[in-house]
């Protein structure tokens, strides 16, 4: 994974979709489906990187880089769930040439769904919803790590092992990290769904089957919040389990992700 350095400009752009996305290869003439993954809490749009290598060219890849990190260092954290799914939502509703499957991990799961939701009742659902590292919307209680001194933050985020321990004991790096981390807790933890519309694109949650952040339960429940076809897959690991088993999930995910050739995007 790749940090910014400190007092690295932010980039300058001229649109939504390039403040809000960003891709580590131009998209193939023949791409046929767009992936967009959206990062844990804390998680930089370099975390998804390594997954350009491993997709088929017919895969546009993009990844939501939030504020306050990497190329926008600069620009102010977002501090409400909502907010911040409106604001990839009107970025990604131009986007209706390729069919699009949102792939979301832990804190990613929720904005994805509510981006999925945002873009049905605009009239342009998802062809796919993947949510991995969490539990559905309503059924994890309120969470209270945001609210811990540095220390007790740090020691938290040091048990899921979503950053490098070499990051959080340099003090430069840790700076620039610990800013969008517990905002970003703040911003899960006081997550409340304003409602649960059902959707009508297939969902597929993943878990690790040493996670300890929900229960199998509470993955499965993810089933409700579908018209179509719902499927819970399990990867050995825990709450990052996708850091080491990029390949093997994606080999996974890729058979339920095909598009039919004769699809009608909306």
Known sequence: MTYPMAGRPAVRVTSPQELWLRSFRPA??????????????????????????????????????????????????VTELHELADQVAEALLPMRDLPL?????????????????????????????????????????????????????????RELGGIDDAVLDHPELLELVLGPLRNDYRLIETYRPRELPVLSCPI???????????????????????????????QPGGHFYLKDRAAELIAELLPRLAVPTDLEIP
Do not use: K, N
């Open 28 to 77: 193939a003439a023949s791409a046929a489906v767009r992936l967009v993954c959206l990062p844990h809490a804390g998680g930089w749009a370099s975390f998804f990187r390594p997954w350009t290598d491993l997709l088929p060219s017919a895969y546009d890849h993009r990844v939501v880089q939030y504020p306050g990190r990497e190329g926008r260092m600069a620009d102010p954290y």
């Open 101 to 157: 499957v949102l792939f979301g991990h832990s804190m990613g799961a929720s904005v994805a769904y509510e981006v999925a939701r945002r873009l049905q009742e605009g009239g342009h659902p998802p062809h796919h919803l993947v949510v991995s590292g969490h539990g559905a919307p309503g059924t994890r209680r309120p969470g209270t790590v945001h609210t811990l001194d540095d220390a007790a933050f740090l020691a938290r985020i």
């Open 204 to 234: 597929t949650a993943v878990r690790g089957d040493r996670e300890t952040g929900h229960s199998p339960d509470q993955a499965r429940a993810w089933g409700e919040l579908t018209d179509g076809d719902f499927a819970l897959l399990t």
